[in-house]
């Protein structure tokens, strides 16, 4: 039976508004923002490292500038305002453990940079056999903890029983008092510190030098350079990045140095070992003077900044 036109639009009508309704759609709607788009993910990929570097380092760095510049114990603390810097000015034993650590680093890197070097250019060499195994015998010094080297050379420069006497009283030197002696103690540092550094050192001088086309030797040979004449002009140009790379490290390193000295001497002989991180440590960690810890640690940071940016300009390539 066929309904009359009238009971037909009615059905027509329904069914065609149901097509034309809107449907839910499953996006969101304008109003809201959705949390995972393809532009805030990396933000929330490097979140935890954002959220870790603000707590445990811009965080503490911000407080110790705070606490630098007051005075007390605990939460009782006091506003100061610079009295600890003008403190640190006045101390002459802050002055003596700069003196040190500055005389360290003048002998000592110089030392180890260059012995390094000669290094890395006899491993370099094709005239030395079993290169990669002497490669392996120069990098292990340091791979060894600072607190085990320290404890191992106070056994060798043990004034009785030290290895380092014992080889000297065979060329029938008498016994050195490494430890003991203000100038044999620094020199037992400079030791330790050389020992342990060079050959980390010479894997990066070694790599330079691998790095540097052959042809720039061949052609200086075909011009008749001799070999000082190939290091000066082609050598040390080609290794002036790693260079300075290797000159600030060693800079900042010695500026910080705290193990070796600290397990060595403690500092002593009469303060002759005593550097300006054992300095702050000692002030923060046995006196218990916070103020005045961070202040030495914003001056040694005011130090270390000074002398990299004087490095990176004075070695840094000229354009």
Do not use: C
Not at 57 to 78: E, F, Q
Request: aromatic content about 10%; overall charge positive.
């Amino acid at each position: 039976m066929s309904l009359a036109p009238s009971e037909r639009a009615p059905a027509t009508a329904a069914a065609t508004a149901g097509r034309g309704a809107p449907k839910h759609s499953s996006r969101a709607r304008p109003g809201r923002r959705r949390l995972l788009t393809r532009a805030s993910v990396p933000y929330l990929l490097i979140m935890p490292a954002v959220l870790g570097f603000a707590i445990f380092k811009a965080y503490p760095i911000a407080d110790s500038l705070w606490i630098s510049l007051t005075t007390g114990n605990g939460d009782d603390r006091h506003f100061a305002g610079l009295a600890n810097y003008r403190r640190l000015l006045d101390d002459p034993l802050f002055w003596t453990a700069l003196k040190n650590t500055a005389l360290i680093l003048v002998v000592q890197v110089p030392l180890m940079l260059g012995l390094a070097l000669l290094v890395a250019i006899g491993l370099n060499s094709t005239k030395v056999w079993l290169r990669p195994l002497w490669r392996l015998g120069v990098f292990v010094p340091s791979l060894t903890g600072l607190v085990a080297a320290g404890v191992m050379f106070s056994v060798i420069l043990n004034r009785d029983a030290g290895l380092l006497n014992w080889v000297l009283s065979g060329f029938g030197v008498d016994r050195v008092n490494w430890l003991g002696s203000p100038s044999w103690a620094r020199v037992g540092v400079v030791l330790v510190l050389t020992w342990h550094y060079t050959g980390y050192n010479a894997v990066l001088y070694l790599a330079g030098l691998q790095g540097i086309p052959k042809e720039l030797y061949e052609a200086a040979m075909v011009d008749g350079a001799g070999p000082i004449r190939r290091f000066v002009s082609i050598t040390l140009p080609q290794l002036r990045p790693i260079l300075l790379l290797t000159v600030v490290l060693s800079t900042i390193g010695t500026l910080q140095l705290f193990d070796e000295p600290y397990v060595l001497t403690g500092g002593g002989p009469d303060n002759a070992t005593l550097t300006v991180t054992m300095y702050l440590y000692n002030n923060g960690f046995k006196y218990f003077d916070f103020g005045y810890a961070s202040a030495l640690a914003y001056a040694l940071a005011l130090i270390v900044s000074v002398l990299g940016i004087l490095q990176v300009r004075l070695m840094g390539e000229r354009r």
